[in-house]
């Protein structure tokens, strides 16, 4: 492809140079590739994405790279920063007081994952050192690819709705944790390189440094969105564009400052939910720009796990941890259901929402980054493990959760996207009870959703 670039730029120079005419085109053939396979399929668009990104990926198609920085993180980290701001959206701190067994049981399954996980890494007799983080890397989920199947499917019910408040409860454990856990390795690979380079205590202030920027950051994000949802309609395109201007803004000082982006953003969409509890209408509002980072987000998470040095030879152990992960899930919500943890829930809603727990995308990925910038040592050996079963698991997952969503009866009919004829007249806009607030249809489904 570099080849090819310098053959090119001798007759052709576009202004934008020719990576933009390269990611042009690549997100073109995802976005007909994922079209593709809904309509002929019925399988979801994200599956396309990431078949595109893995393609390009393979074949050096882009100027994108392993380990991940500058534009490429900030664009994953930007599209995961939007999704969990959603996803925080839809948990509600007082319905979690009304239901705690429901987050007794996500802690448990958690739990349960990374101790099994942990168990079949020193089967294998993985070095030590890589054992956590790799545990800690496989109970991780992915809210984004989850929201998007669920989008592309139209779903919803009890299955749904309980895969995604557990994938969004875990994925904040991940985030604290995971990002701990990389600046706690870098004395530990220190250590085991010489004396002198580094220890505990060091990594102490860098452990305090997230927590308090991460959670500064979301805490302003969530109160300049309650400001702005309290003046300005939640309808309105120009609230859309504030409202992601101020989410990117949130994602790089958070990232600048030594903070998680995502985690700030799934804070501030706690706070934000909690201190305004009825049901949103602006995200409809994001539209294009939201859709097009969901894309980009995607083909790049699959196109940095092609790019990386894959370690052919541990297909054996990729494969067993992967099976690990699954078969952990399923049997600890399961069990915790049948100990009667299950808030409510059946043991068969609790093992299909379990089996919509499979697929890993952006959260695992930027886990691993993190590694790779703060132990480049140990994160090198992590990846070369994490990376392939992250794209197996991004395109395995998001098969498996679309048998799950028809198995459960909850996937709607696919949406008609067929070309409409120019002159068709518009749909009204909805009409809202209050500013910041649904109507009393879209309140109704809301209760519905916290009650399941």
Known sequence: MFDLMFHWSEWIKPSAGL????????????AATGHGLQRRW?????????????????????????????????LIELGLSIVLFEAGGRLSLRWLR???LLLVQSVVETLITYLVALWVLRLYHVDAVLQHPLALLLTTTSPGLLMRVVHDM???????????????LNT????????VMARLVGPIEGRLEGPGMGNMLGAIPAVLLLVFTSVLVGALLALALRKVLAWMSPSSENTAVLQLALIAAGTALAAHFGGSAPLAALLA?????AWNPRPWIWPRQFGTAASVLSILTFVLVAMAAAQAPWQWQAWSLVLALALT???????????????????GASPRQAFWAANALWPMSAVALLLISQFAEFTPTIGAAIAAIALPLLLLLELLGALLMTWT??????????????????DAAAPPPEATSAPGHANPSTQDREDLHHGA
């Open 405 to 422: 969503l028809n198995q459960t009866r909850e996937a709607g009919d696919p949406p008609n996207e067929r070309a409409i004829p120019t």
């Open 172 to 179: 904040f454990y991940v985030l604290a944790l995971g990002g």
């Open 42 to 74: 019925g399988l979801p668009k994200v599956l396309g994405y990431s078949v595109i990104g893995a393609l390009a990926g393979f074949s050096g198609y882009t100027t994108a790279s392993w380990p991940l920085d500058g534009i490429a993180q900030f």
């Open 325 to 343: 992960r699954g078969v952990a899930r399923i049997g600890g919500l399961s069990a915790t259901t049948l100990l009667g943890m299950g808030s």
């Open 19 to 30: 990576p933009t005419v390269q990611w042009a085109l690549l997100l073109a053939v995802a």
């Open 154 to 168: 139209r779903a919803s019910g009890p299955v749904t709705d309980r895969a995604i408040t557990l994938s969004t």
């Open 269 to 273: 969409g706690v706070l934000l939910k």
């Open 98 to 100: 009304l239901n705690p």
